[in-house]
């Protein structure tokens, strides 16, 4: 996968070249470039914002640089990404598709936003998708942009050590994760669930079901009403 990003503070997304991200990249599993958005400005004060039209505070990010930008970074058809408060809700859903495309852009908003015409010309050219990942409201794009990389690229074959464990993380069949535990067995007057120390295979699995379900009954009441009517079921018994 071909990863870009549009900021005008290319190096908040340094983290995107370590970690598990910078493993991936020396793997050939994706390709991350990050772009200042600055080098697409025409004027000498290389000027990205301009007062908003109708007047409020603040100031919105100018289309042309972003439209120079677009068309000189983005492969053609590329989903373009929008972070910002006004979008979409971005889930592990919204992950698991993307973590199929060949190539995504993200555009990185700043001050009160991009002008509106940007998204709407580049739908032109592909998919633009505007998306939140939660209700609250960021000074950019570019933390959201590090979130949504890292969720997406963690999806892709090879990335994560563990595919079983990628199978089984929160949200991935609908319910939150229960509880994990390792050695040892008491800890501070803490004792690990007997049920995990039983070898009872069938009893754990039962046992970490039943966790999950009460877990995000008590939790995430938003989600139960989204579980097919097996778990609904189950999910009911336990709140
Ligand atoms: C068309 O889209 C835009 O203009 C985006 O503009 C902005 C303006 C300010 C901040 C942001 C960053 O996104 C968030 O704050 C955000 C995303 N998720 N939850 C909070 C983006």
């Not at 079901?209 to 989204?226: C, G, Y």
């Amino acid at each position: 996968m071909r990863i870009d990003v549009l900021t005008i503070f290319p190096e908040y997304l340094a983290p995107l070249s370590q970690s598990l991200l910078g493993k991936a990249t020396a793997r050939g599993l994706v390709s991350i470039g990050v772009h200042d958005l600055r080098q697409w400005t025409d004027d000498v004060h290389r000027t990205v914002d301009d007062s908003p039209y109708g007047g409020g505070p603040g100031m919105v990010m100018r289309a042309e640089p972003w439209g120079r930008a677009l068309e000189s970074v983005r492969l053609p058809g590329a989903r373009l990404v929008v972070p910002t408060p006004a979008g979409r809700p971005f889930t592990q859903q919204v992950a698991a598709r993307w973590a199929t495309e060949p190539a995504l852009v993200f555009a990185c908003g700043r001050y009160e936003g991009i002008d509106q015409r940007v998204a709407d010309w580049a739908a032109e050219a592909g998919p633009v998708e505007e998306v939140s990942i939660g209700d609250y409201v960021l000074a950019g794009g570019e933390s959201a942009v590090l979130v949504m990389v890292e969720a997406v690229t963690r999806l892709l074959p090879g990335v994560v050590g563990n595919a079983e464990s990628v199978e089984f993380d929160s949200h991935a069949d609908g319910l939150l994760e229960g509880p994990s535990y390792t050695r040892p067995a008491s800890w501070r007057g803490h004792d690990v669930p007997p049920v995990l120390l039983s070898g009872d295979h069938a009893g754990i699995a039962r046992w970490r079901r039943e966790q999950s379900l009460r877990r995000t009954a008590q939790r995430r009441p938003d989600l139960v009403a989204q579980l097919d009517s097996a778990s609904l079921t189950a999910a009911e018994q336990l709140v």
